[in-house]
């Protein structure tokens, strides 16, 4: 069974709308209120409100180049073409070349009419208008995305504590039989996760929306380490002390992964982790030598994956008392 989006409905309803006020208006082309709306329903509302801007002026500056071409050298099939090598480069630098198309149909009709007066400049503003019009009362619902955007957050988590357990998994007992696909998984849900939030964004006209996508942002970032880590990781070979040591904390990190604001406390516990292991026997072998340099680097890079959540919470801090002032 096809199923219908809700974009999908809303352009036929503002569709059937638009050239039904037209027709009752008595306007000549009534159907083109039709075409106006159809250009004019985006997927979002600042979208929309682009969309009918663009379109509004770039009318408006087609039936004043109309005026001129049309009046000034006639209407013939080369004064349409004419027109346009100039009025195309006009409305691109005007950044409204989003309404070439509706202006397009408004000079075909003035083009039809052969004449210019009061009553068609009336018209085709009218049409303009009410077809811009029902558009934007159709944009004015949007379906939340805040249900999805908290199901991805969870899923997003979820696959972050499995590849976290992998790792600490692999510490504790060099096992390597992985696949990991959570990898490739997190990394889709991300990207469909950052589109749906930066929708999400352009639904809220009054007021900011942008907490989902920095925090889908700043789990991105935090994939990347992970991804970068991972081939350290599956080096080492060798058992030291201070392998376990780093499984604990990953393990418990792993169990604290959430929106909540956790970072500060582990950047502590991984600044006392350090200490320790500069207070330990240096090591006796190449090989432990080797071992403890990478588990080093593993710390570091620990310490970034943290430093990373810990900037993000400080930054929606301060975004939230801004907003309070």
């Not at 309803?13 to 306007?27: F, P, R, V």
């Not at 397009?104 to 009419?113: G, M, Q």
């Not at 942008?210 to 070979?237: A, C, D, N, W």
């Not at 026997?281 to 959540?309: D, G, S």
């Amino acid at each position: 069974m096809v199923k219908i989006g809700y974009r999908t409905a809303k352009t036929a309803i503002g569709t059937a709308l638009s050239i039904s006020i037209a027709q009752l208006a008595g306007l000549h082309n009534f159907a083109s209120a039709g075409i106006i709306t159809i250009l004019c329903v985006q997927v979002t509302k600042k979208r929309s409100l682009k969309a009918a801007w663009a379109r509004f002026v770039a009318c408006v500056v087609a039936m004043l180049f109309s005026y001129i071409f049309f009046q000034g050298i006639g209407y013939y099939p080369f004064t349409v073409g004419l027109m346009l090598l100039f009025f195309i480069p006009t409305t691109v630098w005007l950044k409204v070349n989003e309404g070439i198309a509706t202006s397009s149909v408004i000079i075909l009709h003035l083009y039809a009419a052969r004449k210019f007066t009061w009553e068609i400049i009336c018209n085709e503003l009218l049409l303009i208008l009410i077809g811009i019009s029902v558009a934007l009362l159709m944009n004015m619902y949007m379906p939340s995305a805040e249900k999805q955007l908290k199901e991805y957050q969870r899923i997003v988590e979820d696959l972050f504590r499995i590849i976290l357990k992998e790792i600490v998994r692999y510490l504790r007992t060099n096992e390597t039989d992985w696949d990991g696909k959570e990898l490739t998984l997190a990394a889709d849900i991300l990207q469909k996760a950052k589109l749906l939030a930066i929708r999400n964004v352009e639904n809220h006209m009054l007021r900011s929306e942008e907490g989902y996508y920095h925090y889908f942002r700043m789990r991105e970032k935090q994939l990347e380490i992970i991804e970068r880590v991972l081939p350290l990781v599956t080096s080492l070979t060798y058992t030291v002390e201070q392998r376990n040591i780093v499984a604990d904390f990953i393990d418990k990190l792993s169990d604290a992964v959430h929106p909540g604001n956790t970072a500060d406390r582990f950047l502590r516990e991984l600044h006392c982790m350090k200490k320790r292991f500069e207070t330990m026997p240096l090591p006796k072998t190449r090989e432990e030598f080797e071992e403890r340099a990478a588990l080093l680097h593993l710390v570091k890079e620990l310490e970034q994956y943290l430093i990373i959540k810990s900037q993000f919470r400080v930054s929606e801090g301060k975004k939230r008392a801004s907003a309070a002032m």
